[in-house]
C-alpha cells in the first residue's frame, strides 16, 4: 500500500463557528493506481490533495505514506519524505517566470543537491521526451497554456517521484491539450507512477482506474 | 544552486527596474557616505602615528592654578625638556619646539650676485632643538636628520619651499636669508622634508632653536615659572609608565618654581599627553595645526551610519512590501523541494548581490566626489592603492555587512511564507510586516527631521554669531602684519603716509587684535593685597589711538594720549570685567593702582580708563578680564587702518604703494579684521555645511523609499482607484486617499524626531558661551518641509494612478 486516510478530520474555526471541510475521510491507495477525485466546487478536493501532499495537515485523524505515520512525524522527515517521493502539477502551472524553461525543470534537481553534469542530462531527457528541446531557452510567458502545463508535469516528474498529485491539471487548457495531457498521465502511470488527479471532467476522469465523490467534504458510494 | 540564484536575482533586477534604480542608487549613495567618512576617519586618526616609537612620544603640558581659575596649556618653560631628562632616566629623549606668537609668517630672501633674486612670505616656521629630528619621523629627501638641527642658524624646509628657492636644483648647504621677529638671519639649508603623512607639528620649515635672539634667550633661560612658551616632546624609555612619571612632576616643578611661582600668586602642574592623540583629543594644540575633534568624527560617523541604514531600510520595505510578486515564487520553490534555509541563502544573496552592486557604483561616486569632500571638510585626502589596502577591505566589508542588514529581514519573512496559501492565491502582507515598514517609515523620516533641525540651528546660530554685536568697530578695518625688524620700525613713517589720504579715518598698531590668538597676560593686584592674591588679565600692546580707531567704548576715564608723557610708562587701560574682579567700579577704579613682581621688583601701573566688555575672542568663549597697555618699545606685530571707502580696491592699491616705499623687499599682505574674527567659527561652519549635505542626501534617500511605497500602492490598489473613479471620486480625492496615510507616519516622525533634535542641538549650543535659544517656529520649519517633501514625493504616483483611465486599470484585472 502506498497511502492510507484513517477518519481525516479537516475544520477551520472562526468566530462564527467551525467550519468542516472534510469529514471523516477513509482512503487507501495502492502503489500503481490512478485516481480521480471529482467533487463540486468547494467541497474539499483541494484541502484533500494538500493533505496528502503534506502541505497541509489534518485536523484530526491518521495520514500513513509508505507505511510511515505523517502525522506524528517531525517536519524535517516530512519534507524528506515529500521531496523524495512526491511531485505536484497545478491548475494555474506555477512556474517561476524570471526561469526559463530549461531552468524550472532544473529547479528541484538543484534542491535534490544534484551535481551539474547529471541535472543536464536528466533534463535533456525530459526536454527530448516531451519534444521541448527547441522551447528550453525560453519564458513560460513565451509558450501557450498547454506547453505551460507540459513544463508543469516535466518539473514534477523529474525527481521521478512515486505519486503525482495534479489538481485540475487540465483546468484551464482546451480539450485538445487536456488530451494531451491526459495521455501523458496516462503514460507515466503505466510505467509505475501513481497519479491521484482532481478533475471535473467525466471524459478525464475516465483516464483513471477509481473515481472518489467527494461531497461537502464526505465521501460518496 | 548560486548559478541558479544569481541568475534569478539577476533577471529581478532587470525586471524591477524602478524597484531596482531606488534600492541601488540608495545603497550606493548611502554606501558612498560611509566610505568618504571611512576615508575621514582613518585620516583623522593617522595624525603622529608614524613616528618611530610614537607609543613613547608624550608632550609636557602646564596647568596654571590660580585663586579663581585653572587652566591647560601646551606650554612650558625653556629649561624644562633637558632638565627631565637629565633627573628621570625613563625620560630617554627631549626636545623643545618654539612658534612665534601673532606671527604668522616669515619672510624669504634670496641672494644672488649681492641682490635680492627672490623674497617671499612663509607662513608655519618653527624653532626646534637639534633632537627634533631624532624623536620625530619626517622623510627626508636632503640631508641628515640627526644632525640637520646640530649648528644654530642651520633650517630645514618642505620639499616645496625647497622648490620655491632652487626650482630642480639641490638645496642642500644652500643660504637663504629668512627675516623674523627673532632677527635678519642668513640661515643654511641642512635639509630637505616631504610632508608625506600627517602630523600635528606641521611645520613648513624648522629653524635651530639655537639662532636669533630666541637661541640668545634660550641659552640664558633658567627660570621655571614664567615664559612658559615652549613645547616640550619626551620620548620615555621603552615600556616605562607614563602616569607614573606624571605623578613625579609635580614635585619637580615645585623644586624649581616653588618660590617664583609662591611670590607670583599661581601654581603649576605638568601632565602628559600622548603625541599620537593630540590631533584628536587635546584641549589645545597652541599655534600648531589645527585640531580635529573627536565628536565631530563620532557626529559624522553616525550620520554616515544612519544614511546607510535609511538606504537598507528603503530595500527592506521594498522588498516586503513587493513580497506577493516574490511569495508565488517562494511557494514553488517550497513545493518542488526547497527548504526554508536555502530559500533564505537565495534571497541574502540577493541582497548581497545589490549591496556589491551598490558598492561599484559607490567606488565610482567617492572617486567623483573626493575632491569636494575634501574641500568641505578642509582635509587632503586622497586615494593610494597601496597605502589604503586595509581600507579596500574595510569598504567590502561594508558591502556585506550592508547586504545582510538590509536583506535578512526580507529574506526571513519571504522564506517563511507558506506554500499552501500562496498557491491558493491567498497572499496577503501579514499585519505585523505592514507595521513594521510602517516603523521603517517613521524612523526614517526622524532621522531626516533631526538632521533637517540641526541644520536649521547650526545655520541660525552662525547667523547669530556673524550678527552679535562685538564690541567695537570690525568692518572696514584693514590689517597689515608687520613681521620683521625692518616693517616694525617704518611702522611711524608708513603710519603717517597713510593718514594722509583723506579715507582713512584713523590708524593704529598693536601686539595683537580681537579674534586672533594672543597669549599675553599678566597676574595683578591692587593695593593692599599681595601676589598671592593675583587676578590674571589678559594684554594687549597697543599704540595711542588703536582704542579709537577701533572704536572701543570708553565709559570712564580715558584712553592713552601723547598729552600725557606718563601714559608710555605704566599705565592700563582695563575693561569691566578686569575692573570687576579687583573689586573696583568703573568710577572708583581711576587713578587705582595695579602691581605685578617680577625678579624681586615690583611693577607699577596706574588705571587711567575703563572700556565696555568687548569680545578679544570667538563668542565660543565669553568675555573675560582685559587690559591695554601702551607698548613703550613700539614691537607691533598688527598694524590696523580704519578706512571709510566704497573703493578698498584703490585703497589696497594705495596702501601698497606706501608699504613699498618703506619696504621694497617684502611683499605687501593684509586680511580684514571682520573675516578673520569669523575665522573663528571655521570648524562649526564647516561642520554645519558638511551637516546640512548629509541631510539633504538623507531626505533624498529616504524620499526614494517613500516613492518606491507610493509606486506599490498606488499599483496595488489601481483597482479600488478605478472603481472610486467610476463612481464620481474626483483626482484631489483620489490624491489626499493616497497620501493620508503616508503623511501621518511623517507627523509621527516629527513627533519623534523633535524632543531627540532639540536634545542634541542643546548639547551642541553649550559650546557657545553666546547662543541662540531653540524656538518652537524652528519645529514648524522643520515639520513643514519634511512633509511638504514627503507630500511632493508621494502625490507625485498618486496623482499619476489618480490620472489613469479607469477603464484601463479594471480591464486589467
Ligand atoms: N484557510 C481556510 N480557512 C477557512 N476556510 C477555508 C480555508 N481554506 C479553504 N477553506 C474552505 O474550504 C472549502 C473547501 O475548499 P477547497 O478544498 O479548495 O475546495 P475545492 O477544491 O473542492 O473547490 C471551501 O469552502 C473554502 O472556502
Ligand atoms: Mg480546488
Known amino acids: 500500500m502506498l497511502l492510507q486516510l484513517n477518519k481525516v478530520f479537516k475544520w477551520y474555526d472562526s468566530k462564527a463557528g467551525r467550519t468542516f471541510i472534510l469529514r471523516d475521510v477513509n482512503f487507501d491507495v495502492q502503489e500503481g493506481e490512478f485516481i480521480s477525485i471529482m467533487g463540486p466546487s468547494g467541497s474539499g478536493k483541494s484541502t484533500l490533495l494538500h493533505i496528502l501532499g503534506m502541505m497541509d495537515e489534518p485536523s484530526e485523524g491518521e495520514y500513513y505514506f509508505i507505511e510511515q505515520p505523517v502525522h506524528k512525524i517531525r517536519e524535517k522527515q516530512r519534507s524528506e519524505l515529500y521531496k523524495k517521493y512526491i511531485g505536484f502539477v497545478f491548475q494555474a502551472y506555477h ?117 472518489i465523490n467527494l461531497f461537502d467534504g464526505r465521501i460518496e458510494g | 544552486m548560486l548559478r541558479n540564484y544569481f541568475k534569478i536575482a539577476f533577471r529581478n533586477l532587470q525586471k524591477n527596474k524602478a524597484f531596482s534604480f531606488i534600492n541601488i542608487l540608495g545603497l550606493s549613495v548611502g554606501m558612498a557616505c560611509c566610505m568618504l567618512i571611512l576615508l575621514y576617519v582613518q585620516n583623522e586618526i593617522s595624525y603622529d602615528k608614524h613616528h618611530t616609537r ?42 623643545r619646539v618654539f612658534v612665534p606668537f601673532n606671527e604668522d609668517k616669515a619672510i624669504f630672501k634670496l641672494a644672488e650676485n649681492g641682490k635680492v633674486s627672490k623674497s617671499f612670505y612663509e607662513s608655519k616656521g618653527y624653532m626646534a632643538d637639534s633632537t627634533f629630528f631624532d624623536l620625530f619621523s619626517y622623510k627626508f629627501i636632503e640631508g641628515v636628520p640627526h644632525t640637520a638641527l646640530n649648528e644654530p642658524n642651520s633650517v630645514v624646509v618642505s620639499e616645496e619651499i625647497a622648490q620655491k628657492l632652487f626650482g630642480n636644483q639641490s638645496a642642500l648647504n644652500k643660504i637663504v636669508h629668512i627675516a623674523s621677529s627673532n632677527g635678519n638671519i642668513d640661515f ?32 640664558s633661560a633658567r627660570n621655571f615659572a614664567f615664559n612658559n612658551m615652549f613645547y616640550t616632546f619626551i620620548r620615555l624609555q621603552p615600556g616605562s609608565n607614563p602616569q607614573a612619571l606624571e605623578k613625579k612632576l609635580t614635585a619637580f616643578i615645585n ?40 565628536s565631530y568624527v563620532y557626529l559624522l560617523t553616525s550620520i554616515a551610519i544612519f544614511t546607510l541604514l535609511i538606504a537598507c531600510i528603503n530595500f527592506m520595505n521594498l522588498s516586503t512590501a513587493r513580497s506577493g510578486k516574490r511569495a508565488a515564487e517562494v511557494g514553488i520553490r517550497k513545493v518542488v523541494g526547497a527548504e526554508k534555509a536555502m530559500l533564505i541563502s537565495q534571497f541574502l544573496g540577493e541582497s548581497l548581490l545589490l549591496s556589491i552592486l551598490g558598492l561599484v557604483i559607490a567606488s565610482v561616486l567617492v572617486f567623483l566626489f573626493l ?70 517609515v517613521i524612523f526614517q523620516f526622524s532621522i531626516s527631521i533631526i538632521l533637517i533641525l540641526a541644520s536649521l540651528v547650526v545655520w541660525k546660530q552662525m547667523n547669530y554669531l556673524k550678527d552679535q554685536s562685538l564690541g567695537f568697530k570690525q568692518a572696514q578695518q584693514v590689517v597689515i602684519p608687520l613681521r620683521t625688524k625692518t616693517t616694525k620700525s617704518s611702522y611711524e613713517a608708513l603710519k603717517t603716509e597713510i593718514q594722509k589720504n583723506s579715507q582713512v579715518v584713523s590708524a593704529a598698531a598693536a601686539g595683537s587684535y580681537p579674534g586672533i590668538f594672543s597669549a599675553r597676560d599678566q597676574n595683578f593686584y591692587t593695593d593692599g593685597k599681595t601676589g598671592a592674591e593675583s587676578v590674571n588679565v589678559k594684554l594687549n600692546d597697543v599704540d595711542y589711538n588703536f582704542i579709537e580707531t577701533l572704536g572701543f567704548k570708553v565709559i570712564s ?101 606706501q608699504w613699498k616705499k618703506f619696504n621694497p623687499e617684502e611683499p605687501f599682505e593684509y586680511t580684514f579684521m571682520d573675516q578673520d574674527f569669523q575665522r573663528n567659527y571655521d570648524t562649526e561652519q564647516r561642520m554645519g555645511t558638511i551637516v546640512s549635505y548629509f541631510t539633504f542626501i538623507a531626505i533624498f534617500i529616504s524620499c526614494l523609499g517613500l516613492y518606491g511605497l507610493a509606486t506599490f500602492t498606488a499599483e496595488q490598489r489601481i483597482k479600488e482607484i478605478g472603481i472610486r473613479k467610476v463612481l464620481g471620486a474626483s483626482i484631489t480625492n483620489i490624491v489626499q486617499l493616497l497620501s ?74
Open chain 2, 557 to 657: 576715564g580715558r584712553p592713552f594720549s601723547k598729552n600725557f608723557a606718563a601714559d608710555t610708562n605704566s599705565r592700563i587701560v582695563l575693561n569691566e570685567k578686569a575692573v570687576a574682579a579687583f573689586g573696583y567700579t568703573p568710577e572708583n577704579v581711576i587713578g587705582k593702582r595695579l602691581h605685578f613682581d617680577w625678579n624681586n621688583e615690583v611693577f607699577d601701573y596706574e588705571i587711567i580708563g575703563v572700556v565696555k566688555d568687548f569680545h578679544y575672542e570667538g563668542l565660543q568663549q565669553s568675555i573675560g578680564r582685559f587690559g591695554f597697555l601702551l607698548d613703550r618699545n613700539q614691537n607691533y606685530n598688527y598694524m590696523v587702518v580704519n578706512v571709510n571707502t566704497s573703493s578698498m580696491e584703490s585703497m589696497l592699491q594705495f596702501m601698497e604703494t
Open chain 2, 371 to 440: 575632491p569636494v569632500f575634501n574641500q568641505l571638510a578642509s582635509t587632503s585626502i586622497h586615494i593610494e592603492v597601496s597605502q589604503h589596502v586595509f581600507t579596500f577591505l574595510g569598504f567590502i566589508a561594508l558591502a556585506i555587512i550592508t547586504g545582510l542588514i538590509a536583506g535578512s529581514y526580507p529574506a526571513f519573512y519571504l522564506a517563511s511564507f507558506q506554500p499552501i496559501k500562496v498557491l491558493k492565491g491567498k497572499f496577503t502582507n501579514t499585519l505585523a510586516a505592514v507595521n513594521l515598514r510602517r516603523g521603517l
Open chain 2, 54 to 95: 610614537a607609543e613613547d612620544m608624550y608632550r609636557v603640558g602646564t596647568t596654571f592654578v590660580t585663586t579663581d581659575q585653572t587652566k591647560n596649556m601646551p606650554y612650558t618653560p625653556a629649561p624644562m625638556a633637558f632638565t627631565l631628562k637629565a633627573d628621570f632616566p625613563e625620560v630617554e629623549q627631549a626636545t
Open chain 2, 740 to 813: 493620508k496615510d503616508f503623511l501621518k507616519l511623517v507627523l509621527i516622525a516629527l513627533l519623534i524626531a523633535g524632543p531627540i533634535a532639540w536634545y542634541a542641538m542643546n548639547e551642541w549650543l553649550q559650546k557657545f558661551a553666546y547662543r541662540i535659544e531653540i524656538q518652537w517656529w524652528m519645529f514648524a520649519i522643520a515639520g513643514c518641509m519634511a512633509l511638504l517633501i514627503a507630500f511632493l514625493t508621494v502625490s507625485f504616483q498618486a496623482v499619476k494612478a489618480a490620472l489613469i483611465n479607469p477603464v484601463k486599470s479594471l480591464k486589467t484585472e
Open chain 1, 95 to 211: 512556474l517561476i517566470d524570471e526561469l526559463t524553461v530549461y531552468e524550472n525543470i532544473e529547479t528541484p534537481l538543484l534542491y535534490h543537491g544534484m551535481k551539474s553534469s547529471e541535472r543536464q542530462s536528466l533534463v535533456a531527457d525530459i526536454l527530448d521526451r516531451f519534444h521541448m528541446v527547441g522551447k528550453k531557452d525560453l519564458f513560460p510567458s513565451q509558450l501557450s497554456g498547454g506547453q505551460q502545463q507540459l513544463v508543469g508535469i516535466a518539473r514534477a516528474i523529474i525527481t521521478k517521484p512515486k505519486l503525482i498529485l495534479a489538481d485540475e491539471p487540465t483546468g484551464n487548457l482546451n480539450s485538445k491539450q487536456g488530451e494531451e495531457i491526459m495521455d501523458l498521465f496516462k503514460q507515466l502511470n503505466q510505467e509505475g507512477v501513481t497519479i491521484i488527479q482532481v478533475t471535473h471532467s467525466e471524459k478525464n476522469a475516465a483516464y483513471g482506474s477509481r473515481i
Open chain 2, 255 to 294: 623644586k624649581y618654581a616653588g618660590a617664583d611661582m609662591k611670590a607670583a600668586g599661581f601654581k603649576k602642574k605638568q601632565f602628559l599627553e600622548a603625541v599620537s592623540d593630540l590631533h584628536l583629543k587635546s584641549e589645545d594644540n597652541g599655534q600648531m595645526a589645527g585640531k580635529g575633534s573627536i
Open chain 2, 188 to 219: 643654511k639649508i641642512t635639509g630637505v622634508f616631504r610632508p608625506d603623512k600627517l602630523s600635528t607639528i606641521d611645520g613648513r620649515f624648522f629653524m635651530s632653536l639655537s639662532s636669533g635672539e630666541m637661541g640668545a634667550y634660550v641659552r
